[in-house]
């Protein structure tokens, strides 16, 4: 039958085709008398939110929304994926609403890293992409770290008024949030869905002490990430869970490294020097020489070189290559939404191979 199935607890209309998508619930729910989305069951039976994704024209919703409240948003990225998490656009949005920057999964990164320096780094990247945010913090939603002074900061901003979280999917939003809902309100049944005029979507509202409310918005999909390419299983080889361990290699001119199969490095001159390699522990870096790697990758790609798995070769976007001529000092060759590679010195020349639609860039090293 043609008729739309709603959620009562939110007004979605519920599908169960997209386990990641709006108004998802499984199928064995669709039986019952009382359908909520699966998102509703959680956040009704657990006070939890989940995240779902959008289409990009919800988002744009979502954007338009934002511009006409009075109040504070956090936008939350994912320190790890910085660019691929930063959501373009966002300052011509929020019209006079303050933003606070919050970098989350802070645990990440190598301990040595001298958190100013990062913080003062994220200022700089936001300011190069138009955003000039009122506060940096930086934060591991999933290790509890830093999360009280960021919610300090967050009721210090918002000077009375509400709050919005904004992010695209992964940057560990949701993480984010419960950990809020859990220290700061301890109570059950705080939490409740609104709909706001001209969109379909629903944002929860969690209640703070004075009448206002932090709200969480729906997560927006980066269509340009490594994650879209690889199976589920394979996840933890593109999203560290641990401490970085940076992998340092000394390559000769023509030589190769490749991630998995899931991108490529060829270092083509400037005398023997040292990479530096920022990506998940459990990634497998492959080295070899520039004049075998095209044969190495026809022959091993889905076996040695993996991920992708050999049955998802079929369906791999093809490789993309881009020059880089590294001209300043500690620069990052970076590969969207799988890590980075850092080059101390000026002076070398390198290319870089990406599955067709992930992006590869340069930027200022961010250690
Ligand atoms: P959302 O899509 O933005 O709501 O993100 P989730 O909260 O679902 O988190 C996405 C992934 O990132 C999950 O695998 C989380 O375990 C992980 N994650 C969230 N916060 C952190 C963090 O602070 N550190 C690390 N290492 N991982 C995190």
Redesign the pocket.
């Known amino acids: 039958n043609n008729e739309k199935i709603i959620c009562i607890g939110c007004g979605v209309s519920v599908q169960s085709e997209d386990p990641a998508g709006l108004g998802y619930a499984p199928a064995s729910a669709l039986e019952k008398e009382e359908i909520v989305c699966q998102r509703c069951f959680r956040l009704k039976n657990y006070n939890e939110v989940q995240?779902v994704s959008l289409t990009d024209d919800d988002f744009l919703n979502i954007l338009n929304t934002l511009g006409q409240t009075d109040s504070l948003i956090v936008k939350?990225v994912d320190i790890f994926d910085f660019n691929g998490s930063w959501l373009p656009g966002l300052h011509r949005f929020v019209g006079k609403n303050p933003v606070l920057l919050i970098g989350?999964?802070?645990?990440?990164l190598p301990k040595s890293v001298k958190k100013n320096r990062l913080i003062n780094w994220m200022k700089q990247q936001a300011k190069e992409l138009g955003l000039k945010p009122i506060d940096v913090l930086l934060?591991?939603?999933?290790?509890g770290a830093s999360m009280q002074e960021a919610m300090e900061a967050i009721d210090h901003y918002r000077n009375g008024k509400d709050v919005y979280v904004v992010?695209c999917?992964?940057?560990?939003?949701?993480?984010?949030i419960n950990r809020i809902i859990k220290e700061g309100t301890g109570d059950k049944d705080v939490i409740t869905t609104s709909h706001f005029p001209g969109t379909t979507l629903d944002m929860i509202e969690i209640p703070l002490d004075d009448g206002h409310f932090l709200v969480d918005t729906p997560?927006i999909i980066n269509h340009h990430q490594m994650a879209h390419f690889v199976d589920k299983r394979d996840l933890k080889y593109i999203?560290?869970?641990k401490e970085i361990k940076p992998k340092i290699f000394q390559l000769n001119e023509q030589q190769t490294l490749f991630f998995g199969g899931l991108a490529r490095f060829d270092y083509l001159s400037g005398g023997r020097r040292s990479f530096t390699c920022y990506l998940s522990n459990e990634l497998m870096i492959h080295r070899t020489k520039l004049e075998k790697a095209d044969e190495l990758y026809a022959s091993h790609a889905g076996e040695l070189l993996t991920p992708p798995r050999r049955e998802e070769m079929e369906g791999f976007p093809e490789f993309t290559r881009q020059e880089f001529m590294i001209k300043e000092e500690k620069m990052d060759v970076v590969f969207s939404g799988l890590g980075w590679v850092t080059i101390n010195e000026p002076g070398a020349k390198v290319a870089a191979y990406v599955p067709k639609g992930v992006s590869v860039f340069l930027r200022k090293s961010l250690i």
């Open positions: 995240d939350v989350n999964k802070a645990d990440l934060v591991s939603a999933a290790k992010g999917t992964n940057v560990g939003k949701s993480t984010f997560g999203t560290p869970k």
